[in-house]
């Protein structure tokens, strides 16, 4: 009797557990939302990924998204207990900024817990260029409290600035030839003040080599009728492209964040906008037979000697140089034909650009050693270079002149040939031709006899003696203590602060300071939490209060428009390293 009682309530308790176990899982659900299913390129996508009832949910990664670039993410969670009954929920926010322009998808996230998956919807965006959001004005300021009279803010009755700047892909031509050089530029077309340029696309194009040219301090602007409307015209950004291979290629959109200076702050602060280029696509056509594989540009090329005579036992170096407007680092220079008169060495090749306004010169300089075998006149032949001429389009042959060299002299051995002035040491194989003779020193010389070695041996000896009471007494006793730990704590917090530049860097360096107060997690710290600590430590409300209302501004900094002025933050940060000081005497 007692075994079938004991059975039938092990029984009962396995139902309860596996019918609270199956409303858990039913409670619990994955949704997303999208802020827009219509945007610009300009402007960012909010994607939210709610989890409800579901304990202490991972972050999905979201790098795998082609089409979107997570700018920021943020996590919160809440709890409410109604009517008996509890529920959590945990948001994640992704702030996604598109790459391109069209109908872009992001695909469902999927998750598992306790055994069942759980799926989103897909979303489908619709990407165009521009922007969708029109620039809002910035809320009306509080009345001052002298009323109207002269003390009031000159900025306050100020209109909105208007942002009047567009950007242009620029190019001289839409058709070219394979291995041709095409000068890209970026023009940024602006009515308004812009303080700094960053470019978040990725400076890569498909189908082309590319060699951006050095982005210069400062940019003197031209100007530009566009429509009866005066824009300040910059070049912003510069490249030589040279297409890889035939057919139409796509230059894409490329996105910059552009600095506006902000005529609304009287400390000279800043507006973040963003703007793109057009996407430009280019014909390219093959080079006509005869010139497939040969550089494609216009071209100088030159080779001498330095010297008319020389000894056999020189070595002479020998110059050829490629000069010109095209790809000089794709080029290969012509090689001297074999003869049993000389014997060649490999080449040393240095390789330079030049930066024009008009387009990408460089320089190809090789250098190529010889040695001699007979003596008289040795004359080398002529070298010839090719290349193609897109504007003449045909081949073009450029042929240096024969050099002529009077060896003398009668050949050492091995063993006695001596480097001369002017030449470099040759090695063949394993074997150097060449070697410098010279005295040698006298090895009586003892170095314990010298007078400083014994002041470099009590050196070393106290050296080592230090070392030997730090690792003892400092590294296993003092360091350690809690009293040094806490002073380091907040004199590693304060010093960071000091550094401080804008208001939403607070926020991650009070969480951090309660991360190795408290021992904490990142994911369990939280205002709740913070309160709840200072009430257990018996720190003062007021104090607690106000520590919590800088902490709470400078999370919302990150998603507001207007940025608190640097003497407002300086005020804050006097105001917040006072209070550390007196939180951390409680917090010991």
Known sequence: ????????????????????????????????RVSAEKLGLDDTLIYTLTFKNIENPSQPDLTYLDDFKTLQTTRSSEFQFRNGASS??????????????????????????????????????????????????????QPSFFGDDFFTSPMQNRQPQKVDAYLRA?????????????????????????????????????????????????????????????YQVYEIRKAALFASEGGTLTIPSLQFELEMADAQSMFFGSQPIRRSTQEVKITVGEPPPEGAGLPVGQFDFSLHSPQAQADINDIVTLQIEISGSGNCKAIIPPT???????????????????????????????????????????????????????????IVSLRSHPLSIRVSGEKLSTDHALTLPRSAIVQKGEDI???????????????????????????????NLLLLLKTVLWDRHIAPSPLLRNRQVLARILKQLARVRHGEDIAPLLEAYFQEKCGLG???ISNQKIAEIFRQRQVAAASAEKFLFIKSQSELAKFSEHKKSALELKKDLETLRGLLREIDKKMK
């Not at 996230?109 to 969708?132: A, H, I, M, N, P």
Request: charge should be positive.
């Open 88 to 141: 959590t929920s945990t948001r994640f926010v992704y702030y996604l900024m598109p790459v391109r322009t069209g109908k872009l998808t992001l695909p469902p996230v999927r998750y598992q817990y306790q055994g069942q998956d759980y799926q989103t919807r897909q979303f489908t965006v619709e990407v165009v260029k521009g922007s969708l959001n029109p620039a809002q004005p910035p809320p009306a300021g």
């Open 433 to 463: 031709d060449f070697i410098r003779s010279g005295r040698l020193h006298d090895q009586s010389w003892h170095l314990y006899r010298q007078k400083w070695f014994a002041a470099v041996i009590l050196a070393f000896f106290a050296f």
């Open 336 to 394: 001297l034909p074999g003869s049993d008169q000389f014997v060649t060495y490999p080449a040393k090749i240095t390789q330079e650009n030049k930066y024009n306004s008009a387009a990408l010169a460089g320089t190809l300089r090789a250098e190529i050693p010889v040695s001699f075998n007979k003596t008289g006149t040795l004359t080398f032949p002529a070298l010839e270079f090719r290349y193609f001429d897109p504007a003449r389009g045909n």
């Open 522 to 524: 990142l994911a369990e």
């Open 1 to 32: 009797m007692k075994r079938t009682g004991s059975a039938c309530f092990f029984l009962l308790l396995a139902m309860l557990l596996a019918a609270s176990t199956l409303m858990s899982n039913v409670d619990a659900e994955v949704t997303a």
């Open 170 to 230: 620029v190019l001289p031509k839409k058709n070219c030839l394979k291995g041709e050089q095409l000068l890209f530029r970026v023009l940024l077309y602006t009515r308004n003040r812009i303080q700094a340029v960053n470019m978040l696309s990725s400076a890569s194009f498909a189908g082309f080599w590319q060699e951006w040219f050095p982005v210069p301090q400062s940019i003197t602007p031209g100007s530009e009728n566009v429509n009866g409307v005066i």
